[in-house]
């Protein structure tokens, strides 16, 4: 069963298309990845799929309508929007009190003891906390939330290496079982890459490219070519070419890695490679029809 | 991949578990809490005056029997004048604090939590737009006028228990003090105008304020003032006539024959109208149908504003 589809999705701003019939669908049990520039529309995306704003289109999650249906939505999905957003003047008692006073599937033990993990103590206030602080008691009240489907929107975004890294190792060894499903959107790609199912770009309002992440590692190779072979290797069509130390890296897709061998080094690109790769390409297209 | 059965398994545990649902009930009290610990001027600004006044009157007990005894030679009017006063001009200082602090709740209401971006997180739990504002809108309108109201009485308990007191050490009978401000009653007026008057009267300033608080992108103090103020203004020179105005300060101060000016400063001039009629008075209704006109509005507008 699809937990979220999206059909031709629009939000426009004034003259600004923020959306610009986005299409998507996540089964359960994925973790999604949303990369995309700035201004690419993932924020609003999320926002739409949350019933924080109105869309043109049509979105169904877990079967319901979220913009005339989020308070019922809200049961059952957990949102982040950014760490900034817990009120500052809340202390951490106060906020499980709230919770567990609001949402019916809130497990306020279970929230307690991801706190008692953390220097976090309970009188402490929001804004005595430092930003990683905020976000792992964000973090621990939305992990005490038996929801199905969690939407991160930069989640850690202004944290150090350290919390990040915490923060998806919380996530994926603590939260994350089959019948929930995460949708997060990024653009600090390498934290979250080895923690991806799924992977979506999106650029101005459009997917411009999806695949599981099964798909990239078998489809898209990066293969770093000595100059001597490099003729060859351009005769491969590689979809992007970038300069190494002494070699050329040139990303294939869809071609065997007997058949790249010959090369150079073989390797899986990491989703970063591919993102610049993949825009750089169409925007160099996007250029040769206007041209 | 799941199969069917395991699916209804977990689906079946999961309601077990903790699929209670919470009342609406329960979610306005936590609504009208979460409230109360964000805006503690709600109880601490009533408390303050509360506390100020009594030191200032504790102060002023030195010169009580003195006094006590300059009224006793007054007639019956004056006299019930200057034995009442210190306890209508409390009650008095008390109903102002709790409407700057009710005007001051209602601009942040909606505007606070937009510009701090906290929307995002209240937003992100089950709880609706509707829920939001009809909380918000019993701060003014219900618990800042029982919380001064139990501010008033108890201020105005200790006085006169105090003041029995010193009357009693220098040999004087506190029973005059009793029969001119008589507790019991004091304190039903005081329920009656902070409720009647500052809660429900109050009520389509306060939806007023809460809409524009939901509205306003910045300076919602100047959105909330400037329209009433254009609105009266066109009215003057168009047509050179007041009646915006009137119908204002009719609501908000009482129709001017209503005030007795024999009364002079007494409790009594705080007891509106005869209960009955001003339950029945159509202002009052009309003014709760605009209220209610005002915070529909305030809903659409949290709900369609969202972040922007």
């Known amino acids: 069963m699809a937990c979220l589809e999206a059909r031709g999705l629009r939000k426009t701003f004034g003259a600004t298309v923020a959306l610009d019939g986005l299409d998507l669908q996540v089964e359960e049990g994925r973790i999604l990845g949303l990369i995309g520039p700035n201004g690419a529309g993932k924020t609003t995306a999320l926002n739409a799929i949350v019933g924080l704003t109105s869309y043109e289109g049509r979105l169904n999650v877990l079967g319901r309508n979220p913009w005339t249906e989020r308070e019922q939505l809200m049961r059952d999905v957990c949102f982040i929007a950014d760490v900034a957003v817990l009120p500052r003047w809340m202390r951490v008692s106060q906020a499980l009190d709230y919770v567990a006073g609001v949402h019916p599937r809130f497990d306020r033990a279970k929230a307690e003891a991801f706190l008692a993990k953390t220097t976090i103590g309970p009188t402490s206030k929001v804004r005595e906390l430092s930003k990683g602080m905020v976000t792992q008691l964000h973090l621990a009240v939305v992990m005490a939330i038996d929801a199905r489907l969690l939407v991160l929107d930069e989640p850690t975004l202004g944290l150090d290496i350290l919390s990040r890294k915490a923060f998806y190792d919380s996530l994926l060894n603590d939260y994350f079982e089959r019948t929930r499903t995460v949708v997060v959107a990024t653009h600090q790609v390498e934290e979250v890459e080895h923690v991806l199912t799924d992977l979506m770009f999106i650029d101005r309002g459009r997917v411009v490219f999806s695949r599981s992440m099964e798909d990239v590692e078998s489809q898209y190779r990066e293969v770093l070519v000595h100059p001597d072979t490099l003729a060859a290797a351009r005769a491969l069509n590689p979809i992007h070419e970038r300069q190494g130390v002494g070699r050329s890296i040139l990303l294939f897709e869809g071609l065997e890695r007997q058949q790249l061998a010959a090369l150079g080094d073989v390797r899986t690109p990491s989703v970063a490679d591919l993102f610049v790769a993949i825009m750089s390409s169409r925007r160099g297209q996007a250029q040769g029809a206007t041209r | ?308």
């Open chain 2, 1 to 308: 991949m799941n199969t069917p059965s395991n699916v209804m398994a977990e689906s079946q545990s999961r309601s077990g578990a903790l699929a209670l649902d919470i009342s609406p009930a329960r979610r306005m009290y936590w609504s009208v809490q979460r409230e109360l610990w964000e805006n503690r001027s709600i109880y601490l600004a009533p408390l303050a005056v509360g506390a100020v006044f009594l030191i200032g009157f504790l102060i002023a007990l030195i010169r009580l029997p003195g006094r006590m005894r300059a009224a006793l030679a007054l007639g019956p009017m004056p006299q019930h004048e200057a034995i009442g006063q210190p306890y209508v001009i409390v009650a008095l200082m008390l109903m102002v604090i709790e409407f700057l602090v009710a005007v001051y709740y209602c601009l942040e209401a909606l505007y606070g939590e937009r510009r701090d971006r906290s929307i995002l997180f209240w937003k992100s739990l089950p709880v609706s737009d509707v829920t939001t504002v009809l909380a918000k809108a019993s701060i003014p309108i219900l618990v800042l006028p029982l919380v001064t109201f139990a501010v008033t009485v108890a201020t105005q308990f200790v006085m006169l228990v105090v003041s029995s007191a010193v009357l009693a050490g220098s040999g004087m009978s506190a029973a005059t003090l009793w029969t001119h401000v008589p507790f019991f009653q004091t304190s039903l007026i005081n329920l009656v105008h902070l409720v009647g008057f500052h809660g429900l009267r109050y009520a389509p300033l306060y939806g007023w304020l809460l809409m524009v608080s939901a509205w306003a992108k910045r300076a919602p103090f100047l959105w909330a003032t400037m329209p009433p103020l254009a609105i009266g203004a066109v009215e003057k020179i168009a047509f050179n006539t007041s009646h915006f105005a009137a119908m204002v300060q009719n609501h908000l101060l009482g129709s001017p024959d209503s005030v007795t000016p024999a009364g002079g400063m007494t409790m009594e001039m705080l007891a509106p109208l005869p209960l009955g009629q001003f339950v029945l008075s159509p202002s009052l209704w009309i003014g709760l149908a605009v209220t209610a006109v005002f915070l529909f509005a305030a809903v659409r507008l949290r709900r369609v504003r969202g972040l922007s």
